[in-house]
């Protein structure tokens, strides 16, 4: 073949049909362009100061809708908490943007790695020599060396790369000191601030303060945000602000799944399902309909949306018995004829004067990943609200992974407030994730402080790419399941978007005991740290699985509504060696089933011909059996609580009930409405504002407001 | 052209309408070639609104001194070679899609998957040859031109050409691409 046919080859090969490119993306790349644009124009250094004000003020609203995400800008939803919250929202903005500053302004695109004792290294680049005048003067702006950290500069590429995403290339420092390994000192002066940061600091405080970030303590510690106070009064200078807005999109991972689908008690009378306390999806789902697009329908998991919220459910009076189940069943609001049983359970609250003692370890993802405003700034200010729901003697320690695996801070009690926040403020992100590593140094710290009558916990914060080292699934979940076993306990709260992998990260916290939250906004990381602290902190149950044995007599067939990934066989139930979900001090669990009455007419499945249907006298009166095995926190064999849901189970479509079927509704119908009919969003909408009752937090609210979201979303897409 | 250049200079001076003009009258450009770097629509996106930002900043830089779509190219090729190694723990899942993606119902359907196997595995290969192979038989440059976004000697490029030939061939009698 010569090359002239090859040439032709190759021109055919790749010279193929190119779609055209899809509008909305188009426009959303030249809108984001243009932002980068103006606030280019508005940095150019002869511009007067009217222009830089300007910009200082659009960038700080700018950051809070990024850290609300939409919920700032509505009305009705910032009623409790939100206004203590924005000012440390504004404050931690200050902190973030001297970070961001400070990644600007000593070489954006360094790649952060600790050298430890019996740490192996194990970057992608090579160490380089230390060397260059700019460099020296940054070391001497520093002092102590605690943990050693490196930068190691990566390419120049990051460089431009974050000058584009950041804008204003002249900020960042010029290329004679790549190459060069600067030293910071970690633990002890994460307060200092290298001279250029200074002097930015000083102008911007000379052209007279726009916004005060400073708020007493108290009322930020009330928020239970205790970030701001640390932050320079003054203001933000506007070249360090990152213009919010990139985003990695397209590579989220969810497992994919089927929805139940209507079973025939004749053929299968029982269901057996796990406890699922995780809230993942729905937060991952809020973050699409607020950037105004429907969530891929394996996003949607209906049972984690529904847990979400907290329902009144009757409280166990006993810790030894830790949660007692609700039952209702109501008219199905989407199919006539059908009904709906819900199962409700909350678990014991631990008294304050009971909880246990924490020794948690925080592992923070830092590689390149994480440089993103939602992922590593958040990362850092949900692990400082988290540090406001602990006790003073409880300790932290922090590790990192990115190239390489490293220790932050060794085990700290929690009243040394400072040199923990410190320590974390002092992180930046580059390179790879060798999160596996990462992952055995957490525990290696959490089994330095190992306390059996305290919970030891690790908290791993990732946008879940574990690239480099044990990066199979399989191997993690074991390692992460032996930990558990020797009473160490894992949790993930996962951040950002693009390369999130979520089906990773429920398997992980499934393994290790723990939730698995999405963050995507400020206000949710207050929700699991603080506001629900103790469930996400202390263990009532283990292995809590549920099982329900329809009665053929009153029931034709029933499905289970979410619950897909959690589903459990039949002989499972009683096998204590099989693993389960796990209750944490105050959670509520809710599942819902939609079954037909046998009398109905609304059956979509008929009687076969043939089999016959087993009926036992006496129990005319019961639509199914409900038992409930769960095992208390430090013991191994399983305890069962059963109870009949009887015709007498009967209720209206009220209050928490039909809240929960809202939600059931709405994630049915965002995956794609087989069961559900005519139901549509704003059915949902209907039944929510009804129903959503007494709604301190406001969650409820907005939860109605991303049904209109939906609403929109689904109208605009393409079908 | 010499709109363009009236836009460039608007936009130089600041005019962001101009800006977003230019950026209008160049996406589908810069898409092609992503596109054709990345084998699937999600990536282009990506890649495409990467470059776009990067303009913003850039522009400004841009002076005069080779044509505006030489320029143009040598931003998008960058920016696809940044997202490659950002993405280059994730190679081997990114070429499903892309098979996919390469769906149709022409012959040529296999010989494209083929080539977009081969061209994952030219990551492998001494750089460059991925994007002037792209430049000058997908977007049609002359060798000149290419040399000229790569920033590098026209007798690179033909090198990198016939590198690529020489591994092809081999590919192809190999019955496989055991490069």
Not at chain 1, 227 to 252: C, F, K, M, N, S
Not at chain 1, 332 to 350: E, Q
Not at chain 1, 437 to 443: D, F, T
Not at chain 2, 2 to 20: H, Y
């Amino acid at each position: 073949m010569n090359d002239d046919d090859i040439d032709q080859q190759l021109r055919a090969g790749l010279d193929g049909d190119i779609p055209s490119p899809d509008p909305a993306a188009r426009r959303r790349a030249i809108a984001m362009a243009r932002e980068a644009f103006e606030a280019e124009q508005a940095q150019v250094p002869e511009s007067n100061e009217e222009k830089e004000k300007q910009n200082t003020a659009q960038g700080i609203p700018g950051w809070l809708r990024l850290i609300f995400g939409q919920r700032a800008e509505e009305e009705g939803t910032m009623t409790t908490y939100n206004p203590k919250l924005m000012y440390s929202g504004v404050a931690t903005a200050a902190v973030m943007a001297v970070a961001v500053g400070l990644a600007l302004q000593t070489q954006t695109g360094r790649e952060l790695t600790i050298n430890l004792p019996g740490v192996e290294l194990e970057t992608e680049e090579d160490l380089r020599a230390p060397s260059g005048d700019a460099d020296e003067a940054l070391a001497r702006s520093t002092s102590r060396l605690a943990p050693e950290v490196s930068y190691i500069t990566e390419e120049r590429r990051r460089k431009i790369e974050a000058s584009a995403l950041y804008g204003r290339p002249q900020s960042v420092a010029g290329a004679e000191d790549e190459g060069a390994t600067v030293r910071l000192d970690i633990a002890g002066s994460g307060a200092s601030v290298p001279p250029g940061i200074q002097e930015i600091l000083a102008k911007e405080a000379a052209a007279g303060p726009q916004v005060a970030v400073t708020r007493s303590r108290q009322e930020v510690v009330q928020s239970g945000a205790l970030r701001a106070g640390y932050v320079t009064p003054g203001t933000l200078p506007a070249d360090v602000i990152p213009q919010p807005g990139y985003q990695e999109v397209g590579r989220d991972k969810f497992i994919a799944f089927e929805e139940n689908r209507m079973t025939p008690v004749s053929v299968e009378p029982v269901s057996t399902f796990s406890a699922d306390v995780d809230t993942a999806s729905y937060s991952f789902v809020r973050r699409m309909l607020n950037r105004g697009v429907l969530p891929q329908p394996d996003a949607v998991r209906a049972e984690e949306m529904i847990n979400y919220f907290d329902y009144r459910y009757a409280l166990p009076e006993r810790k030894a018995e830790p949660f007692a189940p609700s039952v209702a069943v109501v008219d199905s609001p989407w199919a006539d004829g059908r009904k709906l049983m819900h199962i409700g359970i909350k678990g014991y609250d631990i008294a304050p004067a009971d909880k246990p003692r924490s020794n948690l370890v925080f592992l923070l993802d830092v590689s390149g990943s994480m440089n993103s405003p939602d992922k590593l700034p958040l990362v850092k200010q949900s692990m400082e609200m988290l540090l406001s729901s602990l006790d003073p003697n409880d300790t932290v320690a922090i590790a990192v992974y990115a190239g390489a695996a490293g220790m932050v801070l060794e085990p700290t009690p929690v009243k040394e407030k400072q040199k923990i926040l410190d320590a974390m403020r002092s992180l930046s992100a580059g390179g790879s994730t060798a999160g596996a590593q990462g992952l055995r140094l957490a525990y290696e710290l959490a089994e330095s402080q190992f306390d059996a009558s305290a919970i030891n916990r690790v908290f791993l914060a990732t946008d879940g790419d574990f690239n480099v080292g044990l990066t199979n699934p399989r191997e993690l979940e074991g390692f992460v399941e032996r930990k558990r076993e020797e009473g160490i306990f894992l949790s993930v709260l996962g951040f950002g978007q693009g390369n999130y992998r979520d089906a990773l990260m429920q398997t992980l916290a499934q393994n290790g005991n723990g939730v698995a939250a999405y963050i995507d906004t400020l206000s949710e990381a207050q929700k699991v740290l603080v506001d629900e602290a103790n469930s996400t902190l202390f263990p009532i149950a283990k292995d809590v699985k549920l099982q329900v044995e329809f009665n053929p007599a009153t029931v034709a067939e029933y499905r289970l509504i979410g619950y897909e990934t959690r589903a459990l066989n039949r002989e499972d139930f009683n096998n204590d060696a099989v693993d389960a979900g796990d209750i944490g001090a105050g959670h509520t669990v809710t599942a819902i089933y939609e079954f037909t009455p046998v009398s109905s007419e609304a059956r979509l499945i008929d009687d076969s011909r043939y089999a016959p249907t087993l009926v036992r006298d006496g129990y005319g009166k019961e639509y199914a059996h409900l038992k409930i095995r769960y095992k208390l926190p430090d013991e191994d064999k399983s305890r069962l609580i059963e109870r009949p849901i009887t015709l007498q189970d009967g209720s209206k479509l009220s209050g928490d009930t039909g809240f929960a079927t809202a939600v059931a509704g709405f994630a049915q119908v965002l995956k794609g409405g087989r069961y559900t009919g005519d139901f549509d969003y704003d059915d949902v909408i209907g039944l929510a504002q009804q129903t959503k009752g007494d709604d301190p937090y406001g969650y409820r609210t907005e939860f109605i407001q991303l049904a209109r979201k939906a609403k929109t979303a689904a109208a605009m897409q393409p079908r | 052209m010499t709109d363009d250049d009236a836009l460039i200079r608007a936009a130089q001076s600041g005019d962001a309408d101009a800006f977003e003009a230019l950026l209008e009258a160049h996406y589908d450009t810069l898409y092609r070639f992503a596109y054709k770097w990345s084998g699937n629509p999600a990536d282009a996106e990506d890649i495409t609104q990467q470059a776009c930002i990067k303009l913003a900043g850039a522009l400004s830089s841009y002076r005069f001194e080779s044509a505006f779509t030489t320029w143009l190219y040598r931003v998008v090729v960058n920016c696809a070679k940044d997202w490659a190694r950002a993405q280059g723990r994730h190679v081997g899942e990114a070429l499903e899609p892309a098979l996919e993606q390469s769906g149709g119902e022409s012959a040529n359907v296999e010989q494209r998957a083929f080539l977009r196997q081969l061209l994952e595995r030219l990551e492998e290969l001494p750089e460059g040859i991925r994007e002037t192979l792209l430049l000058v038989h997908a977007e049609g440059l002359t060798h000149g031109e290419a040399a000229a976004v790569l920033e590098v000697k026209e007798s690179t490029v033909s090198w990198r050409l016939h590198e690529f030939r020489k591994r092809y061939r081999l590919a192809l009698d190999g019955g496989g691409i055991e490069l």
